[in-house]
C-alpha cells in the first residue's frame, strides 16, 4: 500500500466506507436508521454563448463527509419515524452550513456550533411531527453524527450511539454515553463495573426528542491509516470493545467489517436492533 502525503486529504475513490442496519433477533422493527453521505460544492453551468464552454470549470469539489446514527426510542412507530425525522433535518442543515463555512475558512467554534444547531434542528423537527402527529407517548431518539473536515473530524453526540476511533492500532471510544447509568457513575455513586450492570446502562439521560438533549461536539484529528466506527447499543450490547478492535485491526474492507461485527452481535443475543458504520482512508497512488 503506497504511503500517502499525511497533509493530503483522500480522494473519493479512497475512502472505503460502509453502512448496514439489522433488526436483530428479538425486535419486531428496525428502529435504527443511517446516513453515508458527501457534501460538495460544484458549479451548475445553465446557459452560455461561450464557443469554448470546457473553459468554465465544472469540478465538482469534496468539502466534507457526513456519517450518521439514529437510534429510536419510543413505542410502536415513534422510535423509527423520530430517528428518520432527526437524520433528515440534521442532514439539511448541515449540508446547507459545511459550504458557507468552508468558503469562508470557518474556525473550530464555527463547525462547533454548527453541529450543535444541526442537533437542536433535529430536536425541533422531532418534536413538530410528534405534536403532528398528536403522540402522547414518547418519540426520541439517539444521533451520533460524524463531519470530516480535513484534517479534522467532528463528532456530535446526543445519547448512547457511540463513535469509536481505532488509531496505530488502539481503538478508543471519544464519545460519552448520555445515560443515566454514565451519570451516576461521573457523580461517584457507582464504579465501573456496577455501572456496566446497572438497569439504567440503557436509560438515556439526553436525547433527540425528549425534554433533555443535550448536543456534545468533540473535535479528533483526521490521519491515514485511521478507522472510524458509529454503531447504535445493539452492537456494543453484546461485542466487546476488545473483540471491536480485533475486528477492525484485521478488517479486509469495511464491508467486511461491518458484516463480521454484525454477525458478532446476533451470535452474542441480538437482543435490539444493530447498525454500523465502518470506514477509513486507503492510498491509492
Not at 214 to 243: E, F, Q, Y
Amino acid at each position: 500500500m503506497p504511503t500517502p502525503d499525511p497533509n493530503r486529504p483522500p480522494h473519493d475513490d479512497e475512502i472505503d466506507v460502509h453502512g448496514l442496519s439489522h433488526v436483530g433477533k428479538a425486535r419486531k422493527e428496525n428502529q435504527d436508521h443511517f446516513v453515508l453521505a458527501t457534501i460538495h460544492q460544484r458549479v451548475h453551468l445553465l446557459a452560455t454563448n461561450l464557443e469554448d464552454a470546457d473553459r468554465i470549470p465544472l469540478g465538482d469539489e469534496q468539502l466534507a463527509f457526513l456519517a450518521m446514527v439514529a437510534d429510536g426510542v419510543g413505542g410502536g412507530h415513534g422510535g423509527a419515524e423520530a430517528s428518520a425525522t432527526a437524520l433528515a433535518a440534521a442532514t439539511q442543515y448541515v449540508n446547507a452550513s459545511v459550504a458557507c463555512l468552508r468558503g469562508r475558512h470557518a474556525e473550530e467554534a464555527d463547525f462547533t456550533d454548527a453541529l450543535q444547531q444541526a442537533a437542536h434542528k433535529a430536536h425541533e423537527a422531532v418534536l413538530a411531527r410528534r405534536e403532528a402527529d398528536g403522540r402522547a407517548g414518547s418519540m426520541a431518539t439517539t444521533l451520533t453524527l460524524y463531519l470530516a473536515v480535513w484534517p479534522y473530524t467532528y463528532v456530535l453526540q446526543v445519547g448512547d450511539s457511540r463513535y469509536y476511533l481505532l488509531h496505530g492500532g488502539d481503538l478508543r471510544q471519544v464519545t460519552r454515553d448520555q445515560t443515566i447509568a454514565e451519570d451516576l457513575l461521573e457523580r461517584g455513586v457507582l464504579s465501573r463495573t456496577q455501572a456496566h450492570r446497572s438497569p439504567y446502562a440503557h436509560v438515556l439521560s439526553s436525547a433527540i426528542g425528549s425534554d433533555s438533549a443535550m448536543p456534545v461536539v468533540t473535535r479528533v484529528h483526521s490521519a491515514w491509516g485511521d478507522v472510524h466506527l458509529i454503531c447504535s447499543d445493539g452492537l456494543t450490547k453484546h461485542v466487546s470493545d476488545a473483540r471491536i478492535a480485533e475486528v477492525l485491526r484485521g478488517m479486509t474492507s469495511a464491508k467486511q467489517a461491518c458484516e463480521q461485527l454484525l454477525e458478532d452481535a446476533l451470535v452474542g443475543g441480538g437482543s435490539d436492533n444493530v447498525t454500523i458504520i465502518v470506514g477509513r482512508a486507503v492510498a491509492r497512488s
